[in-house]
């Protein structure tokens, strides 16, 4: 583990996750209400659960190749594995992107 600098892979690579959700946020103040996390270990709460199911928000990220867990009808976790490379956050992140621009 240490040899593979997963820890330090973690804290760039979340830093850029958290970013990257922070920006979508600030396109869509209306639907995403908070984002937080810690390393790669992320969430995004939405509005108003009766429009902005955090189901359908998973579901539409999981056809789109991205797992994701709703909690609490209004929150969606993301935990991307410790080796993802930058890319594959930005494929990750236009996912979300995509998926909250068509709720």
Known sequence: MVDANLAEN????????MNNLKDI????????????????????????EKHL????????LMDRGVYAKETHHTTVRLAPALTIESEQIETLSNAV?????SL
């Open 97 to 101: 992107k995509d998926v909250v621009a």
């Open 10 to 17: 973690a804290e760039i690579r979340g830093a850029q996750l």
């Open 53 to 60: 199911d955090g189901h359908k928000v998973s579901v539409g």
């Open 25 to 48: 946020q600030s396109h869509y103040p209306d639907k995403i209400k908070e984002v937080r996390g810690k390393g790669l270990l992320t969430a995004f709460e939405m509005f108003d």
